[in-house]
């Protein structure tokens, strides 16, 4: 597929999958174990919001949290694929929030109720502009930051994953069929917090993209 039309991957993308504690300092800053598998949950594509557009606070939410995130865009269909063959199925990538309702997910996690709710409601996944896989060498070499109204709030380095990106992408194939236009989010470096209406979120890969929200009511 033309990377032209894998950049309006938000208009035709099927799931967003994403990955939950990959990072160990962040399993250990929300008191959660370091997964021995991934931990997979998925987002509806209505929860993609791009800049320009602001994240709204789901009605009854009182501790919403960003993450800032890399996504991996997928640019052809597999399935049940090695780790060393998954890479020629990735377009390119882009940075995301996924945004969280922290407060409806403890309360999930209390009653072992899902995280649909807490992980997937309108304006949930923010995305920057698509990034060629030519503009990032290598994924797991890459700084992730992000910062609320212009103060620092968390910076990591893909190479802190616990699972890399092929090995992320041929597990979730083992049960998903990854499909053109899919995004995987690999999970969120630690300094996650709250956000509050009016507070503007900033996120950037260093030497490749910023990007820039609102958070409205
Ligand atoms: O809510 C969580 O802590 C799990 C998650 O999405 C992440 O680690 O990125
Ligand atoms: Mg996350």
């Not at 309006?8 to 008191?31: M, P, Q, T, W």
């Not at 594509?45 to 009854?60: D, L």
């Not at 709710?117 to 930051?145: Q, R, Y």
């Not at 890399?164 to 053109?180: A, C």
């Amino acid at each position: 597929m033309a990377s032209a039309h894998l950049s309006r991957f938000v208009d035709f993308g099927r799931k967003i999958i994403c990955v939950g504690r990959n990072y160990s300092e962040h399993a250990i800053e929300l008191g959660n174990a370091i997964p021995e598998r991934p931990l997979l949950f998925l987002k509806p594509t209505s929860s993609y919001v791009e800049e320009g557009s602001p994240i709204k606070i789901p009605a009854g939410c009182s501790s919403l949290h960003h993450e800032i995130e890399l996504g991996v865009v997928i640019k052809s269909k597999c399935s049940k694929v090695k780790p060393e063959d998954v890479m020629i199925h990735v377009g390119g990538f882009c940075l995301a929030l996924d945004m969280t309702a922290r407060d409806f997910q403890d309360e999930a996690k209390k009653k072992g109720h899902p995280w649909t709710l807490a992980k997937g409601f309108d304006t949930s996944c923010p995305v920057s502009a698509f990034i060629p896989s030519e503009k990032i060498m290598d994924p797991h070499n890459i700084e992730l930051w992000c910062s609320v109204n212009g103060v620092a709030r968390q910076r990591g380095s893909t190479k802190d994953m616990i699972f890399n990106v092929p090995t992320l992408l041929s597990y979730i194939s083992t049960y998903f069929t990854l499909e053109p236009g899919d995004v995987v989010l690999t999970g969120t470096p630690s300094g996650v917090g709250p956000v509050k209406v009016g507070d503007v979120i900033e996120g950037g890969i260093t030497d490749v993209l910023t990007m820039k929200f609102m958070v409205e009511k």
